[in-house]
């Protein structure tokens, strides 16, 4: 690949703010330069996401707000060098951001996508050698225009980023924001869109370990830990949750959902939400999750304080960083590890006294030893299952219900395993935690009983993909059958004002019939071939699944039978065993009496006699 002299940039001149926006688009474009020679590698890694609410026109305080998001970054205690942004619409912000952190993220890329733009936009400390944009195949309807998902374009924004010399030292980076929900999850109708969409980061994700290198996977996933989309992910990926890898116990899903309320615990406060279940969304800590009422009193200067130990029920874990040192770790250089997870951006704006967002955002570092260190940084803290954080009696109690009963079947691994699977998964044995060898890219699967739901739900969707398309064919086709009756009555009518309402009719009538039949025709059967895809893809899932199932029935029965054999020539011995002891109970009561009679012969009154006697007593019955 070519690359531009570094001097390049010697003729541009940071002036005003447009001479700025200009050399930071161009600075864009010449972030495909390599890190210098020499460059050091770096130890520790600080990364951040943060789902930044900028809705152009609909968010209140845009600019202001995304102004001291930039000033908050680059003022961080921790100075972020990995950054992911997400609801950054419009390039003035994403500039805006750039110029407050441009001094700590030298380079960076903004993602185009759909009619609206992706939001997307990832900022880095080392140079980002290699980018694209992909979009999902399943991201919402165009029905729902005041929704805009589908319109926005949504996707993963990839970026390689090369932090020394050397292709082991590039960290691919994958920022998305899945599909959001818009109601319930039992009413969700989006669902499986964005479970789809959690398979397509999923794949991404794991062809970037096959490569070798270090995957971050970060962003806002409008997902909780309890859902089917979360599983596929830990899963199919070889990547681990860092929230979920350091507080292995933290919450499934807020506490007002059904699971966590089977966990029968307390309602967590705010400040537990932030510093052990990683909530990120609907706290009470946040301005724009408050009631109208307390936000007009706000925005009205009123001082609210809000007490971190009050109750915060609604509080849920909606952005994640996912992160993987890859399938093969080279021996020139050391594996990462998990140092520490925070929840940060809850401070307020100074002048505003609002929420920086909608949202709070992720922080996490990944640290090294150095290369060749045999420090034992490969070892991991193991994700529970979640079998293990349940009470039997609430467990009875969700298997009983519809609540994804199958979760609570899943492999436990070794508690020292240095290669965390999902807290969900079957997978072979693990590799010992203190080898230096690299996990096995033999895929994992779930159990074959989750894969049937998902493609339960793909079958919903189609039906109702099915339905929805031949509706609209059909309000085509009466659109321009009405439209030519209205035409025929024009050429028949002989008042004015009737053929213009006629006119109107018809021309309403049939733009909306084309419309419809657009969607119909163009649209839904996109949609139908999006999910055809993604069902095939769960039914080859589902067959190597049953597979495991099989093979571990096999190896189970097999256990079983020696198990089975051996408790066989365990009775024998037993038997055996008792017909001895029998004899050696009808000798002891022989010696029993002997021994009385010694006892009362005057030839044995003797205190050493007797001592003697008692010895011979305890060593005989001891042999028996």
């Excluded at 993602?111 to 733009?117: L, N, P, T």
């Excluded at 009808?586 to 009679?597: A, T």
């Amino acid at each position: 690949m070519p690359y531009f002299p570094s001097n390049t940039f010697d003729a541009v001149t940071i002036q005003p703010f447009d001479g700025l926006s200009e050399c930071l688009e161009k600075r864009d474009c010449f972030t495909m330069n390599p890190v210098e020679a020499g460059a050091e590698t770096p130890s520790t890694i600080n990364i951040l996401t943060y789902n930044c609410w900028g809705l152009r026109y609909l968010a209140k305080y845009r600019v202001e707000r995304l102004q001291e998001i930039g000033r908050s970054i680059a003022a961080a205690v921790t100075t972020p060098e990995i950054v992911g942004l997400q609801e950054c619409w419009t390039q003035e912000d994403y500039l805006a951001i750039r110029r407050q952190t441009r001094h700590i993220l030298p380079h960076g890329k903004f993602y185009h996508s759909g009619i609206f733009g992706g939001g997307l936009a990832i900022l880095s400390k080392w140079p980002i050698v290699e980018s694209n944009m992909v979009r999902y195949p399943l991201n919402g309807r165009p029905t729902a225009f005041f929704r805009g998902d589908w319109y926005v374009g949504k996707g993963v924004a990839c970026a390689s980023i090369q932090t020394a010399q050397g292709e082991e030292s590039i960290v691919e980076v994958f920022c998305t924001h899945l599909h959001a929900p818009y109601a319930p999850e039992s009413e969700d109708s989006y669902m499986c869109h964005r479970t789809a969409q959690a398979w397509e980061i999923a794949r991404l994700m794991r062809h970037a370990a096959e490569r070798g290198h270090a995957v971050i996977g970060l962003g806002d996933f409008n997902l909780t830990p309890s859902s089917l989309a979360y599983q596929l992910i830990t899963t199919h990926a070889p990547v681990q949750d860092v929230w979920r890898t350091l507080h292995p116990d933290s919450s499934l899903a807020s506490a007002t959902h059904p699971l966590e309320k089977a966990r029968q615990r307390e309602i967590p406060t705010a400040r537990y939400n932030l510093r052990e279940n990683g909530a990120t969304c609907d706290s009470v800590l946040n301005t724009w999750r408050w009631s109208k009422q307390q936000q007009k009193q706000l925005f009205k200067g009123r001082s609210i304080i809000v007490d971190q130990t009050q109750p915060d029920p609604r509080a849920k874990r909606l952005d994640y960083i996912f992160f993987s040192n890859g399938l093969s770790v080279s021996p020139r250089s050391a594996p990462w590890r998990i140092d520490s997870a925070k929840v940060g951006m809850t401070e307020r704006h100074p002048t505003l006294d609002c929420s920086l967002s909608d949202h709070f955002s992720v922080e996490a570092t990944i640290s090294r030893a150095p290369a060749g260190s045999t420090a034992d940084a490969v070892v991991l803290p193991r994700q529970s299952p979640l079998h293990e954080q349940t009470s039997d009696t609430a467990l009875r109690t969700l298997t009983n219900t519809s609540l994804h009963p199958t979760l609570y079947t899943s492999y436990n691994p070794s508690p020292t395993s240095s290669f965390l699977p999902g807290p969900f998964t079957r997978t072979p044995s693990p590799p010992d935690a203190h080898s230096d060898q690299a996990p096995a890219s033999s895929p994992r699967y779930l159990p074959s009983s989750v894969y049937d739901e998902i493609l339960a739900l793909i079958s919903s969707d189609k039906m109702r993909a099915h339905r929805q398309r031949r509706l609209r064919l059909f309000h085509f086709i009466a659109s321009v059958v009405i439209s030519i009756v209205c035409f025929i009555a024009i050429w028949w009518s002989t008042h004015a004002g009737i053929s213009f309402m006629l006119v109107f009719i018809s021309t309403l009538n049939l733009g909306g019939g084309i419309v419809q039949g657009l969607i119909g025709g163009l649209f839904e059967g996109s949609e139908l071939r999006a999910l055809k895809e993604f069902q095939w893809e769960m039914e080859r899932c589902k067959e190597h699944a049953e597979t495991v199932d099989r093979k571990e029935a096999s190896v189970t029965e097999g256990v079983l039978k020696q198990i089975s054999s051996d408790n066989e020539h365990h009775a024998e011995g037993r038997s055996m065993g008792k017909h001895s002891l029998e004899e050696a109970k009808v000798g002891g009561e022989e010696e029993k009496e002997l021994w009385e009679k010694v006892r009362a012969s005057e030839e044995y009154s003797g205190k050493e006699n007797r001592r003697r006697g008692h010895g011979r007593f305890v060593e005989f019955h001891g042999n028996a």
